[in-house]
């Protein structure tokens, strides 16, 4: 069936601010929604109150509205626009759970429009825990021994007839929040009235535990004439009972037998085409029984999901963008396969390589945050990484993490108390994967892992071997490695880093050169959806040791960007919006542009997005070697965060060109030292500061500066062990974990400017001239991070003399740093005092605000001077705000509530949202100084 020709113009639904399990993966299948819908001619429209994304961007849709994701919001709009159909799949449970309250209010039937890619009686039976166990029961799909439970007695009454242990699942809540095992009867009314709290109905599931068995994933397409396909199948390698945005995952399922798998994949088939008549996406798990393989249904999601983006980066099948055009009443056998451009989009991909992923978690922010991982998702982002072999994709994973790991192991970071080995293997974190490595090294044998960890035999011969290598590399000195085991050790994901250090007296480049020398060079493999059977189109790559290099470099004039990794609080989908405005910036500008990075949920890593895509880690190995390839003019590090910046130092070494502000001012800026001379050269006010390397030093220098005092190290992203205190003993527990965390740092120690205000500005200079892009005065005090706190665009209170030193100050530091491209400046300010706090070479959180708030393509614009080929003077720039911009913070500390929730000087916030108002009269404006015990001086 064509495409519904009455369906002219579709509102598709974002999924808000970024929060812990629900995070950029849906700004990328909007993103890829709203572009393949505009393919077809229809007017797209968007809501979203996330003012980080590619999605909310106007090179996305034909209209962006930035407002609040309430059902007063989309009413405005319908009253706006003409919509004929709303697209709800796309935003995660924010977007689905809004398209259900608009339509129990009678809004889509009020204004006309009619709901695409799934029907909310199919959400009604996926949702509602007791509906979804009566529909597996009446198809003849397998599901855990359970029971409803919408009070408090019908919960106990259940308890008693399922037994312990025993798994709560609270309705319509995400992430698995409210969820948990209960496994002593003792702790179980806590454990339900926290899950009936958490769902809006009230209502949870208690289900017969199945921990220790094997979980799986499928990702299905589905369209209008009822034709079923499988993308992706999804193993976990950690079992049942942790959540699966919490667990290590592979694509393909490595361990499941062809005769489970066929079973497993019937009955995703019968599952998707009982839940309803829609056209689209849908996530189903398993779990296994290791013992027989049995197989139960543990839920189903009739739309995209994380899995969606691991699995589309995984095969190079697009599924949102697919999923989009079945939703306006394409079939799979109209659509082209988007790779190879001459095959259908009816056809299951086929993997000759292996995915790995990794979650990234940040309980460092969370101090005293319970880490054992469970049913309730806690990591804030994650790391996909392709090879040949499961252990070369684990190994590169690992490489990704930005945990300052050169791999699994093998680095110098290797735990070597057993106890607490076993501890962790027992109880899993974000660290039993190298808990693990470690068991291993210290000769513990695999059958006793397996018993305490419950992960398959396989997995665990896999990590076996990595440390059986590692012993018989030890045998050999750098010179006499013979050949074909050093290939091995590279085929099974070793890093240069990590030979160097089990050999011992050796570095990272001596191991490099040696190998170039013995001819063992990274070759790159080209994804392509179906195992090289057909040509591919899509220059999309990954690296290996085998076999011969696919990735041809052009004669073309080239510019690699490097991208932001993981995400992660400090460092999160701004980066990936940034770098994506400077491909397209690098493109318009006549450059092939190259992108490295190695996360699955960005519009970044979109097949399409770049000219050329690696999917590689940003870790130098992989950087130096793709640079040795392609041969760039240069390489773009500011758009990228803390985690393309810190690779500048490399590129300085080894002499290849950054685009934009050279290494040794960004150095100046990076290091808080260095930085504090620059101001008192340049006679601008700064707090009093010293600089420490030992605790002793720092107590001198606090005692020389005055308490209170604030100490931060130099070189990290989102406020990274920053901490005020006020006496000796507090100081000196700080320098010592600082130190301990990040060992080599030097440590600046400020006096603390207590009860001052706090503002910011963002802006770019081309080397003659100086925008301000913006200037933003903080709701919160100095000492609350810029992240956390709440901004307002353009400055409500500040003095026009304060905001005349903000700028003159900008101004002298940006010429100071001969900055080319962008610069963020903190300020706090005190008795119209203004003292320069920091500043950031680089692209920060702000810029993609200020961006949206003003209406202006501020990173396109940046990269361009970057590159050189444009000035500020060669930019019509027209800012369109009325009124003011505020940028809201949003938190998941729901996810741990046995934390403080007290903020400080080190970030702790997921997200953020954009709230537009045309005056400081706007009630919300009002209350939010009321909240913050704050006054408004006019």
């Given at each position: 069936m064509p495409k519904n020709n009455s369906i002219k113009s579709v509102l598709i639904i974002g999924s808000g601010p970024i929060i812990i399990g629900q995070a950029c993966e849906f700004d990328y299948a909007g993103s890829q929604a709203a572009l393949s819908l505009k393919d077809e001619g229809i007017e797209v429209s968007i809501i979203n109150s996330n003012p980080a994304t590619i999605m909310t961007d106007k090179v996305i849709a034909d209209h962006v509205y930035l407002l609040p994701l309430t059902v007063a919001s989309i009413e405005e709009i319908l009253k706006e626009r003409k919509i004929d159909a709303v697209l709800p799949t796309m935003g995660g449970q924010t977007a689905l759970n809004l398209a259900i309250e608009a339509e129990e209010r009678g809004i889509w039937e009020k204004y006309g429009v009619q709901i695409i890619g799934v029907d909310t009686a199919a959400i009604e039976k996926t949702e509602n825990r007791e509906a979804f166990r009566q529909l597996m029961v009446d198809i003849g799909i397998g599901v855990a021994k359970s029971k409803i439970a919408n009070s408090f007695l019908e919960g106990k009454e259940a308890a008693q007839q399922i037994g312990f242990p025993l798994v709560i699942r609270p309705s319509y809540t995400l992430g698995g929040y409210g969820g948990g095992f209960v496994h002593k009867k003792e702790d179980f009314d806590a454990a339900l009235s926290h899950g009936l709290q958490a769902s809006p109905t009230h209502e949870v599931l208690i289900e017969q535990a199945v921990i220790g068995w094997k979980e799986y994933e499928l990702e299905l397409l589905r369209d209008n004439k009822d034709n079923v396909i499988i993308i992706c199948s999804i193993e976990n390698f950690d079992p049942m009972g942790i959540h699966t945005g919490d667990s290590i995952t592979v694509a393909p399922a490595m361990t499941l037998s062809d005769r489970c798998y066929q079973d497993m994949r019937n009955q995703a088939i019968k599952m998707m085409r009982a839940i309803g008549n829609f056209a689209g996406g849908c996530n189903v798990q398993f779990s296994v029984n290791p013992e027989d393989e049995s197989i139960i249904a543990i839920e189903i999601n009739p739309r995209v999901s994380r899995s969606s983006a691991l699995a589309s980066k995984a095969t190079g099948y697009p599924i949102a963008k697919i999923a989009a055009k079945l939703a306006i009443g394409y079939n799979l056998d109209e659509l082209e396969n988007q790779i190879t451009k001459t095959t259908s989009a009816y056809f299951e991909p086929t993997l000759d390589y292996v995915i790995v992923k990794i979650p990234r978690w940040n309980f460092d922010k969370f101090k005293g945050a319970n880490t054992e991982l469970g049913l309730q998702m806690k990591s804030v982002g994650e790391v996909m990484a392709i090879g040949r072999s499961f252990i070369e994709a684990l190994q590169k994973a690992c490489q990704s993490l930005e945990i300052g790991r050169a791999g699994l192991g093998s680095d110098g970071k290797q735990n070597r108390n057993i106890e607490d080995i076993m501890h962790k293997l027992e109880h899993p974190s974000w660290d039993r994967l190298f808990a693990i490595k470690d068991a291993f090294r210290m000769g513990v044998p695999l059958e006793s892992i397996r018993k305490v960890t419950k992960i398959d035999r396989w997995f665990l011969n896999q990590i076996q071997e990595l440390a059986t290598l590692e012993q018989e590399l030890k045998r050999y000195s750098l010179n006499n490695i013979p050949k074909d085991f050093f290939i091995n050790m590279k085929q099974k994901g070793f890093s240069d880093i990590q030979i160097a250090w089990i050999l011992g007296n050796v570095t990272e480049d001596e191991v490099y050169d040696r190998r170039k020398e013995l001819g063992i060079n990274r070759v790159y493999k080209m994804v392509d959806t179906c195992a090289a059977e057909f040509p591919a189109k899509t220059p999309y790559f990954y690296s290996t040791y085998d076999g011969e290099n696919e990735s041809i470099p052009s004669n073309k004039k080239k510019i690699i960007v490097l991208g932001s990794g993981p995400n992660r609080i400090g460092q999160g989908i701004e980066f990936d919006y940034s770098c994506v405005h400077g491909l397209m910036a690098a493109n318009e500008e006549g450059y092939e542009a190259i992108m490295v990075n190695c996360n699955p949920e960005t519009v970044s890593t979109d097949f399409n997005m770049a000219d050329k895509l690696y999917f590689e880690p940003v870790f130098w190995e992989h950087v130096r070697e793709i640079i040795e390839l392609e041969k760039p003019e240069g390489v773009i590090v500011q758009l990228g965060g803390q985690t393309a910046l810190k690779m500048a130092e490399k590129l300085h070494e080894k002499g290849i060109k950054i685009i934009g502000t050279s290494y040794s001012n960004m150095d100046i800026a990076e290091d808080r030292g260095r930085f504090s001379d620059l101001l008192k050269d340049l006679n601008i006010p700064y707090p009093k500061y010293g600089v420490a390397e030992t605790a002793e030093e720092a107590i001198e220098v606090a005692h020389e500066v005055g308490y209170p005092v604030l100490v931060r190290p130099s070189y990290v992203l989102g406020g990274q062990g920053m901490s005020i205190v006020i006496n000796d003993e507090d100081l000196e527990k700080a320098v010592v974990k600082l130190l301990g965390d990040l060992p080599g740092n030097r440590v600046l120690i400020d006096h603390f400017l207590d009860r001052a205000e706090e503002a910011e500005s963002d802006?770019?200079?081309?080397?003659?001239?100086?925008?301000?892009?913006?200037?933003?005065?903080?709701?919160?005090?100095?000492?609350?991070?810029?992240?956390?706190?709440?901004?307002?665009?353009?400055?409500?209170?500040?003095?026009?003399?304060?905001?005349?030193?903000?700028?003159?100050?900008?101004?002298?530091?940006?010429?100071?740093?001969?900055?080319?491209?962008?610069?963020?400046?903190?300020?706090?300010?005190?008795?119209?005092?203004?003292?320069?706090?920091?500043?950031?070479?680089?692209?920060?959180?702000?810029?993609?605000?200020?961006?949206?708030?003003?209406?202006?393509?501020?990173?396109?614009?940046?990269?361009?001077?970057?590159?050189?080929?444009?000035?500020?003077?060669?930019?019509?720039i027209e800012r369109k705000l009325e009124g003011y911009a505020i940028k809201e913070p949003v938190f998941s500390h729901h996810k741990f509530p046995e934390i403080q929730k007290e903020l400080g000087p080190e970030m702790k916030s997921t997200g953020e949202s954009i709230r537009f108002i045309k005056d400081l009269e706007d009630p919300y404006f009002i209350q939010l100084y009321k909240e913050k015990s704050m006054y408004l001086s006019k």
């Open positions: 802006a770019i200079f081309d080397g003659d001239d100086v925008h301000i892009i913006g200037l933003m005065e903080h709701i919160e005090p100095a000492g609350i991070h810029s992240g956390d706190s709440f901004a307002v665009l353009p400055p409500f209170n500040l003095s026009a003399n304060v905001i005349a030193k903000m700028e003159e100050y900008t101004d002298k530091i940006a010429r100071a740093l001969n900055i080319r491209g962008l610069m963020n400046m903190q300020f706090a300010v005190k008795n119209e005092d203004v003292y320069v706090i920091e500043a950031n070479p680089r692209a920060s959180r702000t810029v993609p605000f200020i961006a949206k708030a003003y209406d202006v393509p501020y990173i396109n614009i940046a990269t361009k001077i970057m590159l050189g080929t444009k000035k500020l003077k060669d930019f019509k």
